[in-house]
């Protein structure tokens, strides 16, 4: 893999970055079994190969931020497939070298996923938060999988898809230790956090604090991303990451998206606008989609 020439923090002062889409649609596109309660962590045991063609298809689309395959990961989740922490933590670790890996000479900064605790638990817990554990008690659970990542060598911890405050607390404490750069992202509706926040407070949080290189919101329809950039900008301080979902909603019950299409790469522009500086796509939004996004940046001269 090919470096960027700045590090992330510095390369989004410069301008516009493009993140990945959603790493999901591309490997069930290409044929992959999601169903599984590690979802596409699965695929670090049982077919990496995979992982790496998803990721390569996001770098030829323009992605220059790849964010890894452990989104949904827990060394809980690898016992219940046998797997012992020696094992787990090597998971954890390839994930950020299969990123590396896909990147082959383009230079693109790898986003090491660390999904919120609902996540972990495979039952739609992420959009509602509130899971009855205390921030001491949900430090205590991010911590190990922080630490696996973090000795992996990504370039950025992305803290992503956190429904509410008490969680996002957690995390920060979480990776202090690391040295790492991270970026703070939400998932959010009608202006407040999944947990019923003002999004105004939830972005606080991250006023001041100088690991914090971005923050923002993902895994929300493009609309609520849309409205929640200029809050995060305003009151985080911080450049903002934006990446929404296609639009559908997820039913944790069906296990299966449902609704209109909602995303537009086209809106991109507008959200540079009011300060939005790592610009990508989440769930339901693929390769296509993204160099869309990246190309309507370059038009507009972003």
């Known amino acids: 893999m090919s470096a960027p020439a700045l590090p992330l923090a510095a390369a989004l002062a410069a301008g516009p970055v493009v993140l990945d ?20 962590a699965r695929l670090l045991a049982d077919a990496p190969e995979e992982i790496v063609a998803a990721h390569r298809e996001y770098v030829r689309a323009g992605a220059r931020v790849l964010i890894t395959a452990g989104y949904q990961a827990s060394f809980e989740g690898f016992a219940r497939r046998g797997l012992g922490r020696r094992e787990a933590a090597a998971l954890f670790g390839l994930s950020v070298a299969l990123a590396r890996e896909a990147a082959g000479e383009t230079p693109v900064h790898v986003a090491a996923s660390v999904g919120p605790y609902g996540a972990v638990q495979a039952d739609g817990g992420e959009y509602r938060g509130r899971y009855g554990l205390t921030v001491r008690e949900l430090e205590r659970f991010h911590r190990p999988r922080i630490e696996a990542l973090a000795e992996a060598g990504p370039d950025v911890l992305a803290l992503e898809t956190v429904p509410d405050v008490d969680e996002a607390e957690a995390l920060l404490r979480a990776v202090e230790h690391t040295g790492l750069p991270v970026w703070l992202s939400y998932t959010v509706e009608g202006g407040r956090t999944r947990a019923g926040q003002p999004l105004a407070d939830a972005f606080d949080l991250v006023a001041g604090r100088d690991q914090v290189i971005a923050a923002g919101v993902n895994c929300c329809t493009a609309e609520d991303a849309s409205d929640a950039v200029g809050v995060a900008a305003g009151h985080s301080g911080k450049p903002v990451v934006v990446y929404p979902n296609g639009g559908e909603r997820w039913d944790a019950v069906r296990h299966r998206w449902h609704g209109p299409v909602t995303f537009d790469p086209l809106a991109a522009a507008g959200w540079v606008s009011r300060g939005a500086r790592l610009l990508g796509g989440c769930c339901r939004v693929g390769p296509e989609d993204v160099a869309q996004l990246a190309a309507a940046l370059r038009r507009e001269g972003c």
């Open 21 to 40: 889409g959603g790493l999901s649609n591309q490997l069930e596109a290409q044929g992959c079994d999601l169903s599984d309660a590690l979802w596409s």
